[in-house]
């Protein structure tokens, strides 16, 4: 099993930044690729970006250029930079991470939300 908590959410202006941060515990030795997606009401969650054991990323066209995700090994952490922030950008933030045989694990959520 892998535990995945979500923490840096909340109310920012448009333009503003926010940094998610989630932290991973149990068995994440076999995890392969970490990633952020998003979910308002009424529509299907949407991946935002992943990351690789590798460490090669990969972004949804809409936050290309405004968002950075990484990780920090040493502490079982992933984070979110989110820049340039947009009203559009305002939804709940799940963590989720995949391992070798394809089990997927996901947080609680975080909310973000963008509004002056």
């Known amino acids: 099993q892998v535990q995945l908590v979500e923490s840096g959410g909340g109310l920012v202006q448009p333009g503003g930044s926010l940094r998610l941060s989630c932290a991973a515990s149990g068995n994440i030795v076999g995890i392969v690729v970490m990633g952020w997606y998003r979910q308002t009401p009424g529509k299907q969650r949407e991946l935002v970006a992943h990351?690789?054991?590798?460490?090669?990323?990969n972004y949804a066209d809409s936050v290309k250029g405004r968002f950075t995700i990484s990780r920090d090994n040493a502490k079982n952490t992933m984070y979110l930079q989110m820049n340039s922030l947009k009203p559009e950008d305002t939804a709940v933030y799940y963590c989720?991470?995949?391992?070798?045989?394809?089990?997927?694990?996901w947080g609680q959520g975080t909310q973000v939300t963008i509004s002056s």
């Open positions: 989720n991470a995949r391992n070798g045989a394809w089990v997927v694990y």
């Open positions: 990351i690789t054991s590798g460490g090669s990323t």
